[in-house]
């Protein structure tokens, strides 16, 4: 057989080199949006939460989206330009909840030849706020949707109103419990004692002469008791319940942001809610104190925000709860930090914090929304009597907290948390182990470790409150 092999041969006149300068001519006049068209989808995620609803579209480009809010029915319309219908985009249908308080539902669909429009289907008026977060961490290019309430809730009175049921509902269950203690007084055919063998009579007393029983039934039967709904609460008790010891309990990170990561997967923003909810329930069973929670919900909570709903509640304390990770699996021990204003107490602490503060990179906040420069402006005026405080209650918080686990330090640390920044509430920030340790994640996964972690916490907080008693106030409702 030949080993003929036919080539092909360029024509004279083919010019290799002007062909690919003519390519990257028209490659320039083109632009990154017509070579780039249909970027393709990573991801589709959905937060919802009572406070705000997050929808993060997830590309491998930055995608440019144009919106607008129409009214009967609500809805929001979202037109993303630069990208066709996916599969992954289809998966937003599926991901609404029937309980998310603000979406009812999505569609999707190719608007045009290179734009998808999506349609939010509203449960009530929202304000939405769009932007657009490079790539950081884990994560590309995310296009985020927050779907927040057009009048935002008082935290203050919601905090006010739930101890009121709480107090209400406690007093229908006593009074449940006595009628129905009553009811099986007066039930006939209760057997009465046998009469005693007259062999071996008892002494008789007097005022049973026949030595049998008091008849309970011979008082007359008490009409069945029909708890009456309890009266709004008066201006008094208004007046006692404001003065409500309250404390904020943050859980770290949340949503978007899963924080540090353990060897077998155990997420730090799963751990610390948790734990945070634990703490609001062992607080809430003191008389005198509520607990109010800055996220009770897998969501994401801006740093400045965190610090915010603990200012509206005008807490007593704020407590930031998180699980420490560091390079090496060998770091352990809890620790407790305050705020700094003269530098980090130690090189651990300031990377600490540094990590801490990125927070907002990675959950995703909105940088063009005024309130936020507004509150960091306000954070930067910490006194020297919060960090005081904040140091005696650290101090407190982890000598409790020693009782039951291993200390990473000693003493209460310091560094410049941004969560801590509350100018007028003493604040703290607890990591409760190494999550990056095996043994230490396998102990924050424990029911009986967190339990004895919540005790410690709360055993702070209560001897804190019984050297610093909170001053009295005046509170707006």
Known sequence: MSDFKPRCI???????????????????LLGAGELAWGAGIVAVRVWPAEAYTR??????????????????????????????????LRELVGKVRADDPFIAGVRVGQNQPRTVRLVVDLKQPTAPQVFRLTPVAAYQHRLVFDLYPTQA??????????????????????????????GRMDRPGIPEAPPVAAAKPPAPK?????????????????????????????AEQLRKI???????????????????????????KDVVLSVARQLRDRLNAIPGMRAMLTRDDDFFVPLHERVNKARRVQADLFVSIHADAFFTPEARGASVFALSDKGASSAAARWMAQKENASDLIGGTNLKNGDAHVMRALLDMSTTA???????????VLGQIGKVGRLHKRQVEQAGFAVLKAPDIPSILVETAFISNP??????????????????????????????PPLARNRTL
Do not use: C, W
């Open 153 to 182: 809730p008082d935290p203050l009175l919601a905090l006010l109103r739930e101890k009121t049921q709480a107090e209400q509902q406690a007093a229908r269950s006593v009074q449940d419990a006595l009628g129905e203690f009553i």
């Open 242 to 268: 404001d003065r409500l010891i309250v404390v904020a309990l943050d859980p770290g990170h949340g949503g978007e942001d899963p924080g540090a990561v353990g060897p077998s997967g155990l997420k730090e």
């Open 10 to 28: 360029p024509h004279p006149s083919f010019d290799r080199r002007g062909l690919l300068k003519r390519g990257g001519a028209l490659a320039l």
């Open 55 to 88: 929808v993060t579209i997830e590309a491998d480009q930055a995608l440019v989206a144009r919106h607008q809010l129409m009214e009967s029915p609500d809805r929001l319309v979202i037109d993303i330009d630069n990208l066709e219908l996916s599969p992954e």
């Open 206 to 234: 007097p005022a049973n002469p026949a030595g049998r029983p008091p008849q309970v039934a011979a008082a007359p039967p008490a009409p069945p008791m029909t708890p009456a709904p309890p009266p709004p609460p008066t």
């Open 386 to 396: 919060q960090i005081k405080d904040s140091l005696k209650l650290g101090d407190e």
């Open 439 to 468: 043994e230490e994640e396998r102990k924050l996964a424990s029911a009986d470790y967190q339990a004895e972690l919540v005790q410690a916490v709360s055993t702070g907080i209560r001897r804190y409150f019984a050297k610093n």
